[in-house]
């Protein structure tokens, strides 16, 4: 990848708070179009704040440092317009609505990016057409479209439920919070396959993880894997870093970065 | 007679609130109103204008009587300044005879059909186009409407082929003539003119509303319809409705309602009485959308509505369903009493309180008979300073042996300053009945908006998907047609609540 390109995501000595707390303290990260990056760390060392910080959820305050999405200032955008900008954020814990069709749901959402670029919305019956055909490229169950958004859906039945959003909605940047976390082997598969599946040229991705397990159940290794602990990266490395982070656990590799 | 004017806003204020309350406009019409204020000329007046029988403004006579005695019910934990009744008017309606034909029809009621959303086809009938009812609905939607504006219904879509089926559904000013048997032997053999201050004045001065008859084994064609309208200022808006379902029939029926924005509260006191006999179900719905004033609380209708229906019949049916959306104060109870054995009460609410609107509202059931059932649904949603409280009462009475009352109720709170209350009133006299009672209140959760907003819905569109979902077992109950009507109404009132 050539280092001469603006990055598709540019973190830039990011601070941030939540409820006056400092989190994040100086997170420096840059991705390229069609790179694939780990962050890897342990529980509590800011990994859910960072995600928070760059979709703008309430509550979660940047103190210093910049965000750019292709260039684009995010700090100042909501969390809807960061979407239109291109940002997606796969959830560790995807609501569920009740009473809200999941077909429901991805229609809004997708005659919303149809609006956004002139096109006519779907009505439900072209908007099916397009949905079972993106159900088929995950794969994943037909029947889950039919139910209420998230609601009795299986861990990795949410996962690929995710994974079809962001199919719909071709963002630039994916950012996939702890896609691994509460699935068996079986979907731990099926979902990497979907997310590998996922990846082309202009499309970056920023995996988060506490475990190594999804780097391993990927078809390509990952382009960098980042260590994250007390609020920024400590440590970069290819691919290989995640399995010296297996071999030899959090607390070595962090206190020897310090 | 007055001519009804504007009531005082500059274009661009008007066209600012238009876009709250949309069905605010006025038509310009010329409208006959009677002099000003209520006493007993007035009741002979109304009475005499609908060309009534003597037993019927005797009827009225006496509800008037008692009314000048009664005290307004004050439980509700509603507050607002007292009512003045001399300061309205209670009749008005558009000048001149019913029309004959296009041409006699004033251009702005047919544009007020259109405002309203009327489907084309039936504006045409409304209006008593000739030859009308014989062409087929461009949307094949097959809907009998009966319009009512301000004191008189104007017209009833469908006429011909309901009597085809032995249905009879007319302005009940209409029924009083032409079927005095059957007006006699119901009006008020649910709610009694004496039931509450609010009925009784209904009483006293009801101008129209629908009647329907359903015989025997027969299941009504279409669904029936009806849209309330009050136009005319200063103008109290009292209609009544009267449904029998004879045995083993079946009719659905919906209303909807409307008005203009004015800066004073007019008030709606309606009264709506359903019978259902062996066998037969009624299910009546409404979206009632009253402008509920201002943000500030200005203006707005007083809707003080008593609704019930009597499960007359064995293993006879009868179910409320209720959006309520506008209104600055709702006081409306939709009840069922459950007379015959094996008889079902059903009662399925949304109510928003946006801005200033307060709702007291909610359902009794009493069962009165063995192997009753009832089922109460309520979904309410407070937004702004919104003041909501869900009132319900289930009685089982000692000889309703096996029945059973289940209640859900649901509360939504959006925003920091907006009230929720609950008030169930249980009364189990009898051994073995069952009542279960569930209930809860909950923040529209952020998380959830945040998951919506993370996928480039706007923090209104996803407040609407949230909120529609919570709803969705109250507006699955309504007739297709309009639950989609329904679903949009709820978005447009609950509108800047977030965000």
């Known amino acids: 990848m050539s280092k001469s390109k603006t990055p598709v995501l540019e973190v830039r000595g990011l601070h941030a708070t939540v409820e006056g707390e400092e989190i994040l303290q100086g997170v420096d990260l840059s991705i390229q179009a069609g790179e694939m990056h780990v962050l890897m760390g342990p529980n509590g060392s800011g990994k859910s704040t960072l995600t928070n910080v760059l979709a703008g959820r309430e509550g979660y305050e940047i103190t210093a440092g910049e965000i750019l999405l292709d260039g684009q200032n995010l700090a100042v955008l909501s969390p809807e317009e960061r979407a239109w900008a291109g940002l997606f954020l796969g959830f560790q814990y995807p609501s569920a609505v009740e009473g809200l069709a999941n077909t429901t749901f991805l229609r809004e959402v997708v005659n919303g990016k149809r609006k956004r670029e002139g096109k006519e919305p779907l009505d439900p019956l072209a908007f099916l057409r397009v949905l079972r055909e993106e159900i088929a490229k995950i794969p994943m169950p037909e029947h889950l479209i039919r139910r209420n958004l998230n609601v009795g859906f299986s861990g990795g039945e949410k996962k690929l439920n995710e994974i079809l959003q962001l199919a719909l909605l071709e963002p630039r940047l994916a950012v996939l919070d702890e896609t691994d976390s509460g699935l068996d082997l079986d979907a731990l598969r099926n979902v990497a396959s979907a997310i590998h599946r996922q990846r082309t040229p202009e499309r970056s991705f920023l995996l988060i993880t506490h475990y190594q397990r999804l780097i391993g159940a990927l078809e390509v290794a990952p382009d960098r894997v980042h260590i994250f602990a007390r609020g920024k990266i400590v440590r970069s490395g290819d691919a290989k870093l995640a399995e010296q982070l297996e071999q030899q656990g959090y607390d070595a590799l962090i206190s020897e970065a310090a | ?499």
Not at chain 2, 151 to 174: D, H, M, N, W, Y
Not at chain 2, 238 to 246: G, K, N, Q, V
Request: proline share 5%; glycine share 8%.
């Open chain 2, 1 to 499: 007679m007055t001519l009804t004017t504007p009531d005082g806003l500059t274009g661009s204020e008007a066209a600012a609130r238009t876009e709250e309350y949309r069905w605010g406009f006025e038509t310009q019409i010329e409208t006959e109103t009677a002099p000003k204020g209520l006493n007993e000329q007035i009741v002979r007046y109304i009475s005499a204008k609908q060309n009534e029988p003597e037993w019927l403004l005797e009827w009225r006579l006496r509800a008037f009587a008692r009314w000048q005695k009664m005290a307004e019910p004050n439980w509700a934990k509603l507050s607002f300044a007292p009512i003045d009744y001399q300061d309205a008017y209670y009749w008005a309606a558009p000048k001149g005879d019913k029309p004959k034909s296009l041409d006699e029809v004033d251009p702005a009621l047919l544009e007020t059909y259109e405002k309203l959303g009327i489907p084309l086809h039936e504006r045409a009938i409304l209006a008593g186009v000739e030859g009308a009812e014989n062409l087929a609905p461009s949307d094949g939607r097959q809907v009998a409407v009966d319009a009512v504006f301000d004191s008189v219904s104007v017209a009833t879509t469908f006429q011909e082929t309901l009597r085809k089926a032995g249905v009879i559904f007319c302005p009940i000013s209409e029924a009083v003539r032409e079927y005095p048997e059957l007006v006699r032997k119901y009006l008020g053999s649910v709610v009694p003119p004496g039931d509450n201050k609010h009925a009784c004045l209904n009483s006293a001065v009801f101008t129209d509303g629908s009647f329907v008859y359903i015989p025997e084994g027969v299941r009504c064609p279409m669904e029936l319809s009806t849209y309330f309208r009050i136009n005319a200022a200063k103008s109290g808006q009292f209609e009544r409705t009267l449904i029998i379902a004879e045995a083993g029939s079946y009719v659905s029926y919906l209303e909807g309602c409307t008005a203009p924005m004015r800066d004073e509260n007019q008030l709606h006191a309606a009264v709506v009485e359903l019978v259902a006999l062996e066998g037969a179900e009624i299910r009546y719905a409404t979206v009632q959308n009253w402008y509920p004033g201002d943000k500030d609380g200005k203006g707005g209708i007083y809707n003080f509505v008593t609704k019930r229906g009597l499960c007359k019949g064995r293993k006879s049916r009868i179910s409320w369903t209720q959006v309520e959306t506008g209104s600055a104060i709702t006081w409306k109870y939709p009840s069922c009493v459950l007379l015959g054995a094996e008889s079902e009460g059903e009662f399925y609410s949304v109510a928003v309180t946006h801005n200033r609107q307060q709702a007291d509202t909610g359902t009794k059931m009493l069962h009165l008979a063995p192997q009753t059932r009832s089922r109460i649904i309520s979904k309410g949603i407070s937004a702004g300073h919104g003041r909501q409280t869900y009132r319900g009462r289930v009685k089982i009475a000692p000889q309703a042996t096996g029945a059973r009352s289940f209640t859900q109720c649901d509360s939504l709170l959006i925003g920091a300053h907006c009230e929720a209350h609950t008030v169930p009133y249980v009364e189990n006299l009898c051994r073995g009945g069952i009542v279960e009672h569930e209930a809860t209140t909950s923040r529209l959760p952020e998380e959830q908006l945040f998951y919506c907003q993370s996928r480039g819905l706007s923090a209104e569109q996803a407040a609407g998907l949230v909120v529609n979902g919570f709803c969705r077992e109250v507006l699955q109950k309504l007739p297709m047609e309009f639950a989609v009507e329904a679903d949009r109404l709820l978005q447009v009132s609950l509108e800047g609540a977030v965000g």
